[in-house]
């Protein structure tokens, strides 16, 4: 059935680009100061949200921030609140409830990978895990 293949393809590309850590299109963004709404392109590739007025390459980037936590927001449908730099929030509303879930899945999966990493890195600052050397020296090693 060409359907299912035609979706079974866009499903392992969303998936890729969820591991690759990257989404883009267009969201509102809340303003900060007017509690206005406005359409704006945003980018999110490994940790960075960066936002302009369009997806044309010249437009100007308005913003670029670290992302640092993400959560759904109930203040308005297909919600999305995301906490960046100083503790700076940004509100963002998507088209559609797949949407929303796909920056939120995007996002909350590039920061579980980073807490990980961290995670191992003091570990094995803190002499838990073996070195790296370590291991593939015990790997080298004849039985």
Known sequence: DPHS?????????LQAAIAMHIVEGYLYRRGRHLKSWRRRFFIFEDGMLLYKKNDDTTSRVLDEDRVFDI??????????????RGDR???LTAR???DA????????SYLTEQRCI???RRAL???????IRESVS??????
Not at 5 to 13: D, G, Q
Not at 71 to 84: A, D, I, N, V
Not at 138 to 143: D, T
């Open 5 to 13: 293949t035609k979706f079974l393809s866009a499903s392992r590309a």
């Open 96 to 98: 559609s409830e797949e």
């Open 125 to 131: 600052c803190r002499g838990r895990l073996p070195s």
């Open 138 to 143: 015990e790997l080298a090693r004849p039985e």
């Open 89 to 91: 929030l940004i509100y």
């Open 71 to 84: 959560l759904y927001w109930s203040g308005r449908p297909h919600g999305l609140c995301l906490k960046l």
């Open 118 to 120: 961290e995670d191992l």
């Open 101 to 108: 879930t796909r920056w939120h899945d995007t996002i909350e």
